[in-house]
């Protein structure tokens, strides 16, 4: 349909984008209809590329400029991002099967990444998918909160709620509450450089 209404935009699986590698791996919820849908490349193009991709740069993930298009030369260093949902959804809402069947994806970049420490799930969805594709136990063993984080395997996932519009708008998220969960990463990262497996514990930031 999409195809047929807007014939210039990219209307595929959105690709993960950044470095091979990564040490942090971002996972949204799916393409915005508006945004990676129409651009190829996640969260670029909407309202929440603008917070992410300025939160990236700010905490030296990103080197460039994003001017809200594929060609802006924006580099990621360090990062990667994906999404739990590869195509744009019905509606912007992804439906539960649609997370299970792009779950094998999420796996398998996840493997692909031989530096990854460090998983950034951005909402509930996000997050779900996340631990489904580390496959530890049940996803009710992980509750999801914003500022949460789980050591699973050789991971350690943080949670944040979604830099939307929505969000940022209604004030669920703030710009000093995502550079926060970016904070503590950076804190773990300097002190944990090689942390030992110790199996899944839950941690407040």
Known sequence: MQRQA?????????PSFGDPDAILLVVGLAPGLRGANRTGRPFTGDYAGVLLYSTLLAFGFAQG???ERPDDALRLTGAMITNAVRCVPPENRPLPIEVRTCNQFLKAQIAALPRLRFILALGLVAHVAVV???????PS????????????GNYLLFD?????RYNTNTGRLTAEM???????????????CGWEQT???STAI
């Open 6 to 14: 807007n014939p210039t935009w990219f209307n595929a699986p959105v």
């Open 65 to 67: 400029e994003y001017l």
């Open 132 to 138: 489904r594709a580390l496959g530890p136990g049940k």
């Open 141 to 152: 063993h992980y509750v999801f909160g914003h500022g949460g984080m789980y050591e699973i």
């Open 160 to 164: 944040s709620y979604h830099c939307s």
């Open 178 to 192: 995502f550079r926060g969960v970016f904070e503590s990463i950076a804190a773990v990262r300097e002190r944990s």
């Open 199 to 201: 199996g899944p514990t």
